[in-house]
């Protein structure tokens, strides 16, 4: 079964409302401790939720034009991102975690209202890179921005210590989402006639998806299993988001992801990111 169309729209607001609940009981030294998101402290995560909820209300809702030429490949797009998020936390430094949490629950709730306006089908502004593509269907890119959102949330309930969000659904839609990159993370790898990996992620938030080689050369990623799978990764859905988003290595990866059939043709699901890196 083909991966569904996924509305996200509505799952913003309640979603943001919980980081900001977090952020508001959260004590001052809390804010200082270390995350899974590179050098980035927790106020630096946060700091970097209220840098995008801006940048998309700026760029998408309100027409500005991102600073500098336009990037013309993966490589001037990271660099642009990377820029962009060293400049404004350097700056957010010098905000207080109450004006950090105030600007971003205003934000935020902004953020949430306006893409309520907007079509599914129409074409994305921004397309999704980490799935290959050069243009993308609108319901995809916000997707996209959906996962974001919540990986940075997890990151610091990751670091304070707060558990897993107390709604498993959002993650199994984090989830459903970043299984839309999984045919790029395979494409340098020549599929063969009948090869199927199956992703089985257990946990509340789990489910199956297969990546299968296509008749006409490239890969399809499905919901469910396959019939007959040339191998089955399997791993829990906590170690799932963070394979997908940056946060384990490959070595963590292998340690975790329990692997049955052609190891080989796991490698990519390892290597997999849904996220610009």
Known sequence: ??????????????????????????????????????????RDVVAHLLDTALRRLS??????????????TDRELTAMI?????????????????????AYAAASMELAAFFETLSLDA??????????ESQSAQWLDLGRE???????????????GAGPFPEPAWLHTVLEIAMHGLP???????????????VEITG??????????RAAGGWDVDRGPAGTASAVATLADEDAWRLLFNALSIDDARARVSVAGDETL????LRARSVIV
């Open 1 to 42: 079964m083909p991966l569904p169309v996924v509305d996200t729209r509505p799952l913003f607001a309640p979603l943001t409302r919980e980081i900001v609940a977090v952020l508001r009981a959260l004590p001052p030294e809390g804010w200082m401790r270390p995350t899974t998101a590179g050098s980035w402290r927790v």
């Open 59 to 72: 760029f998408h809702r309100d027409g500005a034009r991102p600073p500098g030429p336009p990037p013309s």
């Open 82 to 102: 990377n820029r962009l998020n060293a400049i404004w936390i350097e700056a957010a430094d010098r905000l207080s975690a109450r004006v950090l949490t105030d």
């Open 123 to 132: 074409p994305a502004i921004f397309p999704v890179s980490w799935a290959g």
């Open 146 to 160: 959906f996962t974001e959102i919540w990986h940075h949330g997890a990151q610091i309930r990751h670091a304070i």
């Open 184 to 198: 790029h993370a395979y494409r340098e790898i020549a599929p063969r006639s009948g090869a199927a990996i199956v």
């Open 204 to 213: 509340a938030a789990g489910g199956v998806w297969t990546v299968s080689a």
């Open 266 to 269: 796991v490698m990519p699901l």
